[in-house]
């Protein structure tokens, strides 16, 4: 068949005429591809799947029947628009409760979001013009800068270094980028170094982005996954609420990634622009689904028995990872371990295998071991291993823990 005149169609932000044709195959796709040829490989073996980023588990039985009510009501039935008062309440006290900032309006500070992915996608319509600079940490979660090139904005990557504690160096930003930057994105504790902000970075940040005429976009997507102390948000930052939003969702904190829920919080006019461009985008989140997040905000302890699970895997994961010679200190927070990728690897039976990536680390690990985790060689080359990882109960969690260290117990990493 002679090619399609659809083929001449397609915007350039998605390649226009050559849309479809590179023969690119992008990281998660090789993961799924080397996982697939793994299995085939050795039938019947256990893969261990440290790679996946979401929850192994439910909702909690609570926020289910809540929406299992919430669904029966009539009035939750129709378009939910920009939403009603519940979940803007709840995120309110939630933010006061939890997160310890005071004094957010719901009414005019806060608005949900069909979870943060969708809220970042919707973000640099308001706020990018062609040529404007977003600054963005890289590694990262890349889709506020996907979307401000749609519409003809440029990223500047700030690499997040364990020099600086993975924390962006924005005194390293050229003094033309700076002039043209709009919008600042992070995102703390941060996918995927796991690493934490303070209070310190957050009040810096502040005083930049005054002196700089920026808007701040905060992802707090792993706000209230921390395992000591209390989830840092950068609204608690006196000045934030003037220059920025922080981004929180139900995914992570409640289990409840396939819901599609969350908040956007902090300056009103900011609020106010993203709900007129969500409210030419989406009809809303159904409402029963808003009222059954809103349950899970207002019981935090949901969170916090989920973060306790979380920093129970993440010690033995790291007791196993530093026996096996990998530099591998818990995070505060996430339920990510990001550990520095190792340069070769030998076997007892003298075989040694070279790396010059990350990638080829991570393909190694499915390839010989079946373990699966997520190589990052944006600024230098890690992995990152999730404790998200599939186990019935703690039997079976200290099972699969203890076959990682057997599978890596034949092998010596140099790094
Ligand atoms: C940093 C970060 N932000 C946002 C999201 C998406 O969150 P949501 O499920 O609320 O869209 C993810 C999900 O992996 C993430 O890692």
Not at 149 to 163: F, I, M
Request: glycine share 8%; charged share 25%.
């Amino acid at each position: 068949m002679s090619e399609s005149y659809i083929q001449n169609l397609f915007a350039q932000r998605i390649g226009g005429n050559q849309y479809g044709k590179s023969n690119a195959i992008y990281k998660f796709e090789k993961i799924k591809r080397a996982k697939r040829a793994a299995m085939a490989a050795q039938p019947g073996q256990e893969i261990l799947d440290l790679g996946v980023g979401e929850p192994d588990e439910m909702a909690f039985p609570q926020v289910v029947e809540k929406l299992c009510e919430e669904a029966r009501k009539p009035e939750n039935r129709g378009y939910a628009d920009n939403g009603d008062e519940v979940l803007k309440q709840a995120a309110a006290r939630y933010l006061d409760r939890v997160c310890g900032v005071k004094g957010i309006n719901p009414e005019t500070e806060i608005m949900h979001s069909i979870g943060s992915k969708a809220a970042l996608s919707l973000l640099p319509a308001a706020l990018i013009n062609p040529a404007d600079y977003v600054l963005m940490t890289v590694p990262g979660y890349p889709v506020f800068g996907t979307h401000a090139k749609y519409y003809g904005g440029l990223v500047h990557n700030l690499p997040l270094t364990e020099a600086n504690q993975f924390l962006p160096d924005l005194d390293s930003i050229p003094a033309e980028v700076r002039s043209k930057a709009k919008v600042l994105v992070l995102n703390y504790p941060n996918n995927p170094t796991g690493a934490s902000a303070t209070p310190e970075f957050f009040a810096r940040v502040v005083g930049f982005a005054k002196k700089n005429n920026l808007v701040v976009i905060h992802d707090a997507a792993y706000a209230a996954l921390v395992f000591d102390g209390k989830p840092l948000s950068f609204l608690a930052t006196p000045g934030a609420k003037d220059v920025g939003l922080e981004l929180h969702s139900a995914s992570k904190t409640f289990n409840m990634t396939g819901w599609r829920c969350g908040f956007v919080a902090g300056n009103p006019l900011l609020v106010r622009a993203y709900g007129d461009v969500k409210d030419n985008s989406d009809s809303g989140q159904f409402l029963a689904i808003q009222h059954a997040a809103a349950h899970g905000f207002d019981h935090p302890e949901i969170t916090e028995k989920i973060a306790a699970k979380y920093a129970r895997r993440m010690q033995g994961l790291v007791r196993v990872l530093a026996n096996a010679g990998f530099k591998a200190r818990p995070p505060k927070g996430s339920f990510f371990l990001y550990v520095q990728a190792p340069r070769s690897a030998e076997k007892k039976d003298g075989s040694r295998m070279v790396f010059h990536n990350a990638e080829e680390v991570s393909t190694w690990l499915i390839t010989e071991k079946l373990i699966s985790t997520v190589p990052w060689d944006d600024a230098g080359a890690y992995l990152r291993f999730s404790v998200t990882f599939v186990a019935k109960d703690l039997a079976d969690e200290n099972r699969i823990l203890s076959q990682i260290a057997k599978r890596l117990e034949d092998v010596r990493f140099d790094f």
